[in-house]
């Protein structure tokens, strides 16, 4: 199993008697490509988070490929999500005033080792397979389309290949050509590694592109007296 959460509870440290998340079962199996969806602030980036390490559940199990996150510690947490989730947010987060190549580098920077020139060779035939010309490679990323600038944001996403890619509503701010270019360009290349994914959305429009979906609210049972 990629992921098992079992008897999980999380409340925010600042509101203790509000519980966020509630789950009492959830299972993910490798190479899965998961859409969960839910309403604004019913705990989908909390989950997320809980996933990847950032946050640490109060109670229960978190087991993510093999590991469980609810034992370790918040450094040995930061190692596992570099070395095996890639991460794509609402934003993509790049660094407006560096290049498609330094932003991607970027987030190498903590995982495992790997000479640079491999490791550039690496990016621009990833930025290639992406249709980013040449030409645009050493552009502040600012300077660049939006659609050059979501696909920049996969390409950092899955540049480490890594087994788990987490998605916290990446198209929300596209329009509907930019969003079906996105959707088909991500599940392209998860197909192609074979990459397990959970994405997660209020936009029930994007389900179509899964073959699983989970509403939040039949996973989590904290959603339902608020
Ligand atoms: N850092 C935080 N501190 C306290 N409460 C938070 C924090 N982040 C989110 N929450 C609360 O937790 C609930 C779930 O939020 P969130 O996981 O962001 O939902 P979603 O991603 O589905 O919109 C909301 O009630 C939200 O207000
Ligand atoms: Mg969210």
């Known amino acids: ?43 989908k980036s909390t989950l997320l988070n809980l996933l990847s390490g950032i946050l640490q559940a109060d109670t229960g ?4 490929l093999g590991q469980r996150l609810d034992i370790i510690n918040g ?10 989730i890639g991460y794509i947010f609402q934003q993509f987060n790049l660094i407006p005033y560096l290049d498609a ?8 920077q903590f995982a495992s080792k790997k000479t640079l020139s491999s490791l550039k060779a690496d990016i621009k035939s990833l930025l290639s ?8 490679w ?12 979501q696909r920049i944001a996969i390409a950092r996403a899955i540049i480490n290949k890594p087994e788990l890619l987490i998605a916290d509503e990446p198209t929300s701010s596209l329009d509907q050509s930019n969003r079906d270019n996105f959707m ?20 029930l429009s994007l389900a179509k592109h ?16 608020h």
């Open 1 to 43: 199993m990629t992921i098992e959460l079992k008897h999980v509870r999380y409340s925010y440290p600042d509101t203790p008697d509000k519980l966020v998340l509630d789950i009492n079962h959830w299972t993910v199996a490798a190479g899965e490509q998961i859409f969960v969806h839910g309403p604004s602030g019913g705990g």
């Open 184 to 203: 088909s360009e991500l599940m392209a290349m998860v197909a192609k590694y074979n990459t397990t994914l959970i994405f997660v959305s209020h936009d």
């Open 61 to 64: 199990e978190v087991s993510v």
């Open 75 to 84: 450094r040995q947490r930061d190692r596992f999500r570099a070395d095996h």
């Open 138 to 149: 050493h552009k502040p990323v600012a300077k660049l389309s939006i659609g050059q600038q």
């Open 129 to 136: 397979s992406f249709y980013i010309d040449p030409t645009d």
């Open 210 to 225: 899964f073959n699983r979906i989970d509403g939040l609210a039949e996973i989590n049972s904290a959603g339902a007296d």
């Open 101 to 108: 190549i330094d932003n991607i580098q970027l987030a190498h």
